[in-house]
């Protein structure tokens, strides 16, 4: 089993800063790709970026250009540096961990959530 912990969100104003941080730990054979969701009140959860063991990355286009996405995969870390903040992206962030366990089986695993709010 993996425990995902998350911090850095908060609250913050409009083009401000913030840097979202995903630390793993627990008994796993192999983690392939760290990333981030969001979902905003009213609606689905949606991918914000995610990186990959073999040093990918792939972020959504409501944010490239102002988010950036870094795996330390020795330190079992994921961020995300929140940059030129805007109210839309308000919204409660979830870091998600694709993993193979022991017996070999791909498993994924959801942090508890961390929210940002954005103020106009």
């Known amino acids: 089993q993996v425990k995902l912990v998350e911090s850095g969100g908060g609250l913050v104003q409009a083009g401000g800063s913030l840097r979202l941080s995903c630390a793993a730990s627990g008994v796993i054979f192999r983690i392939d790709a760290m990333g981030w969701y969001r979902q905003a009140p009213g609606k689905e959860r949606e991918l914000v970026a995610q990186s990959t063991s073999v040093g990918s990355t792939n972020v959504a286009d409501s944010v490239k250009g102002r988010f950036t996405i870094s795996g330390d995969y020795a330190k079992s870390t994921v961020y995300l540096q929140m940059n030129s903040l805007k109210p839309e992206d308000t919204a409660v962030y979830y870091c998600?961990?694709?993993?193979?366990?022991?017996?070999?089986?791909?498993?994924?695993?959801w942090g508890q959530g961390t929210l940002v709010t954005v103020s106009s």
């Open positions: 998600n961990v694709l993993a193979v366990n022991l017996v070999r089986s791909s498993v994924e695993f």
